[in-house]
């Protein structure tokens, strides 16, 4: 292997595999003076997706693109119907659209509350934080396997995956998301039936995780309201969490280049929800996808000469390259890494509570998390808004036919982050295929200028005490960017 | 110290009552299509049988059939099956890391040697020696055959694991490739479906945890109770296929009257699996109930069959358990609304020109 020289008393760390991820990841530290100096991410599994869609009717990207991943699945089932409708020239009906807003929109949310609930928290209950004044609520809360949060929550999302089971008959790998709009009608029994479970999600949340009405979350507008939160609370989760965060630091650790990019999140008739553009050095900006490229330089993928747009790219794995160590490449927008996630989607929406928190301390660990709270609570309380929307007797799919030629692109946003599905086809058959996740932007490697991604950005500095194999900073850090391993490489 | 410890201490460990327990085995029961009086056999055996480890390994997978299982139906069946097996190794769940989930997989294959079963999810890729699934730095293909040296049997969970699924589609780029043809010493139980549906997966690890012996398999190695039916036979739409009563298109109004979804691409007719029975997300719905075909995700190939958006143009000679196929049943039915029967008949002939151009 070839590790860079180091200083003296500098020292190498493979930390791996992960578990609470979801999916295979390896990273490789190294050292120095109790804290990492730098940081390589290795993603470890690779299948070919792009290639397996190459030669196939366009219509089967439905089907096939989705089962990149069991966990974003509705997601990547959304950006495939979008980059179809494109080619199609088409676009969903009203309900359609409203509709497959429900389903990403479950789908992100359970996302949200499972890494808070079963990925993220748990690493509070080790037996290393046994000697500070919250360990005893945070092991009672969320030991793995035996928590009290993190049981009520299973109970939680299973009743909030119903929404998911009676607008497209299954979780995972629903079939109902189509380019003209979804495949099931929500009847008004149907309507009563959702507002019903989202009651049911709601007060579950507002109990246990809160403690306070969601629009209270919603509405945090500053770090004096949090403060205030953490001193006196309501009780909950959440206030626990912002406890141990203050106590740990956890707004110190973890930053990466404060630079974030979203596709937008929940069209609708005056925009998405949540909208599409960037933001860096401060300041909102345009999202414009075509200054997008993906560099191959450190990734184990040929053509390796220069980044290329997606609409360029290819996806040859190159087993015998050795100055690649991941089979993740490297996205970059007009050159640069950008982090992408709940964080991003709400910095680049405006929200005053994480827009002050960027400003004051740059995307920590403990801004991501509170990201999510915030953005859970606020996707929640439109959700109820789009189901009281649908109007069960207008149209629910328009059809459409694909052209012999063409290429359209579909974006979106995932649980976690930016999500594109570029399509050409030649002949009426899918010609090329290109898909760049969120974690492929948070997690990549190095470019050709040896830039490195933002994962391995916000590791650099991170504390290695004495003895540790697997650093608790490095394991805070890596989790709370809710890491998809297998929509990463596909 | 464990080592004669039986489910019932462990679930009693994990705070569950006995009143739950007792209703948890009748729930096993009516789950496995067993009547009321094994209610006692089943609590018996929890009760005086040591616990089988589990040990969960995931290869090359999207961690679907993880995601179906945690969210198996009833609450309490999740908690008793997950208090069986996430306490040894499952790299998503369980609460260690790192090395020490390492060493917990070595400990747990040493005490039980011979004695546990192996669940996996996903599978081995043999090109470039399995570099594209690394485990803990080595090739998963070497960490699923030393795993499965001393297992005592294997569930290959879901259609990855059970015949290769989608990620082995053509071209294979990793060449994926299913359990049974890289371990030929173990019984192996094949739960296919992409995924499976939960309660079929806590259905049968329940079945051997409690049972202590493999289900009835079908030639293929699927477990019988669950597997023996199409979705077609058991299809509430399926009156309206006798009928010839077909959806169009999706949203059309075939589709509003909730009519058959052969003619949008519907695999039910060839396809086993209790999706049609049991049904998905604590019995909520099913794709069919969704306005959509099934796929056939539990069907060995199907993810190379043509596309999934066409009808099947043959169904003969599958079992279909009436003297001929889909469309001459069509055609009699549509015969008598008129009109219909060209249209079908050349959406036929298409699809077959594509099949033969599909299978170059």
Redesign the interface.
């Known amino acids: 292997m070839n590790t860079p020289s180091g200083a003296e008393g500098a020292r190498r760390l493979?930390?791996?595999?992960?578990?609470?991820v979801?999916?295979?990841l390896?990273v490789r530290l190294e050292v120095a003076d109790g804290a990492v100096r730098a940081a390589f991410v290795n993603s470890?599994?690779?299948?070919?997706?792009e290639?397996?869609l190459e030669?196939?009717?366009p219509?089967?990207a439905?089907?096939?693109a989705p089962?990149?991943?069991?966990?974003c699945?509705v997601s990547q089932s959304q950006a495939a119907a979008l980059a179809l409708a494109g080619l199609q020239g088409i676009g969903p009906t009203q309900n359609g659209r409203i509709a497959t807003n429900l389903l990403v929109a479950t789908e992100n949310v359970a996302d949200h509350l499972t890494h808070f609930h079963?990925f993220f928290m748990?690493d509070f209950a080790r037996a290393a934080y046994a000697g500070r004044p919250w360990f005893a609520e945070a092991e009672a809360r969320f030991?793995?396997?035996?928590g009290t949060s993190a049981?009520r929550l299973?109970?939680a999302?299973?009743t909030l995956?119903?929404i998911?089971?009676?607008?497209?008959?299954?979780?995972?790998?629903?079939?109902?998301i189509?380019p003209?709009?979804?495949?099931?009608?929500a009847e008004p029994r149907d309507q009563m039936r959702l507002l019903a479970t989202l009651g049911a999600v709601r007060a579950a949340l507002e109990a246990h995780l809160y403690g306070a009405p969601l629009e209270r979350v919603a509405e945090l507008a500053a770090r004096e309201e949090l403060e205030a939160w953490r001193a006196t609370g309501p009780a909950g989760d959440f206030r626990l969490f912002l406890e141990i965060a203050a106590d740990l630091g956890l707004e110190r650790i973890g930053r990466a280049y404060d630079r974030f990019l979203s596709f937008g999140a929940y069209p609708g008739d005056d925009g998405p929800l949540y909208p599409a553009g960037t933001y860096a050095e401060r300041r909102p900006g345009r999202l414009d996808p075509a200054a997008i490229a993906e560099d191959h330089t450190f990734a184990r993928m040929e053509d390796r000469a220069v980044p290329h747009h997606p609409f360029a790219g290819s996806t040859i794995?190159d087993?015998l390259d050795e100055t690649g160590y991941t089979?993740c490449k490297a996205p970059r927008l007009a050159g640069l890494p950008f982090e992408t996630g709940a964080l991003a989607r709400q910095v680049i929406d405006g929200q005053p509570l994480l827009r002050a928190m960027v400003g004051a301390g740059g995307g920590s660990v403990f801004a991501r998390v509170v990201a999510r709270l915030v953005e859970t609570a606020r996707t929640l309380i439109a959700m109820e808004g789009w189901v009281r929307a649908l109007e069960p007797n207008a149209?629910?799919?328009?059809?459409g036919t694909h052209p012999q030629a063409g290429r359209a692109v579909g974006l979106t946003e995932a649980a976690r982050g930016a999500l594109g599905h570029w399509v050409e086809i030649a002949g009426g058959r899918i010609s090329r295929y290109q898909i760049i996740a969120p974690t492929t932007w948070n997690f990549s490697p190095r470019d050709a200028a040896g830039v490195p991604g933002p994962l391995e950005a916000a590791l650099v500095g991170a504390a290695v005490l004495p003895g540790e194999?697997?650093p608790l900073s490095v394991?805070h850090i890596v989790r709370s960017f809710d890491p998809c391993m297998?929509c990463t490489v596909h | 110290m464990a080592g004669l410890e039986t489910f019932y201490d462990v679930m009693r460990r994990q705070g569950i009552t006995r009143r739950s327990f007792l209703k948890y085995c009748s729930l096993t029961a009516a789950a496995l299509g067993l009547g009321p009086e094994m209610v006692p056999e089943i609590a018996h055996a929890m009760e005086t049988k040591p616990r089988l480890p589990v040990l969960w390994l995931h290869g090359l997978e999207c961690t679907c059939c993880s995601e179906s299982f945690i969210r198996s139906a009833h609450p309490l069946v999740k908690d008793v099956v997950l208090s069986m097996i996430s306490l040894d190794y499952d790299d998503t769940l369980m609460a260690s890391a790192g090395h020490q989930a390492e060493a917990i997989l070595d400990e747990v294959m040493t005490k039980y040697k011979g004695n546990y079963i192996l669940a996996v999810e996903g599978n081995p890729p043999l090109n470039e020696d399995g570099m594209y699934c690394i485990i803990g730095g080595k090739p998963f293909v070497d960490q699923l055959k030393k795993v499965a040296k001393d297992a005592k049997a294997i569930i290959s969970w879901g259609s990855c694991a059970s015949y290769g699924c989608v990620q082995a589609a053509r071209p294979n780029p990793t060449r994926a490739t299913p359990v049974h043809e890289v371990i030929f010493d173990k019984p192996i139980i094949k739960v296919p479906g992409c995924p499976p549906i939960a309660e079929v997966m806590t259905g049968v690890i329940t079945y051997m945890l409690t049972f202590d012996r493999i289900p009835e398999l079908d030639r293929q190695g699927r477990p019988k109770m669950f597997y023996s039916q199409r979705i077609h036979d058991k299809c509430y739409r399926r009156p309206h296929f006798d009928a010839g009563q077909y959806v169009e298109k999706f949203d059309d109004e075939g589709a509003r009257k909730g009519y058959c979804l052969y003619k949008v691409g519907c695999k039910g007719p060839t396809t086993y699996n209790a999706c049609s029975t049991v049904r998905w997300n604590d019995g909520v719905s099913f794709p069919i109930q969704a306005g959509h075909g099934c796929i056939g995700c539990s069907e060995d190939g199907f993810w190379d069959k043509g596309s999934w958006y066409a009808r099947l143009s043959d169904i003969k000679g599958q079992g279909f358990g009436i003297e001929a196929n889909a469309d001459q049943i069509g055609l009699a039915a549509t015969a008598a609304v008129g009109g219909a029967v060209a249209v079908h008949a050349a959406v036929s002939a298409l699809k077959r020109a594509q099949h033969k151009g599909d299978a170059q």
């Open positions: 493979i930390v791996g595999p992960f578990n609470r979801e999916g295979d390896e470890p599994l690779f299948r070919g997706f290639r397996i030669g196939r009717d219509a089967d439905l089907v096939i089962r990149i991943c069991g966990i699945s079963l748990p030991k793995a396997g035996k049981r299973m109970a999302r299973a995956m119903h998911l089971g009676l607008l497209a008959g299954r979780w995972p790998h629903t079939l109902a189509q003209g709009g979804v495949t099931r009608r794995p087993g089979w149209p629910w799919c328009t059809p194999t697997t394991q297998v």
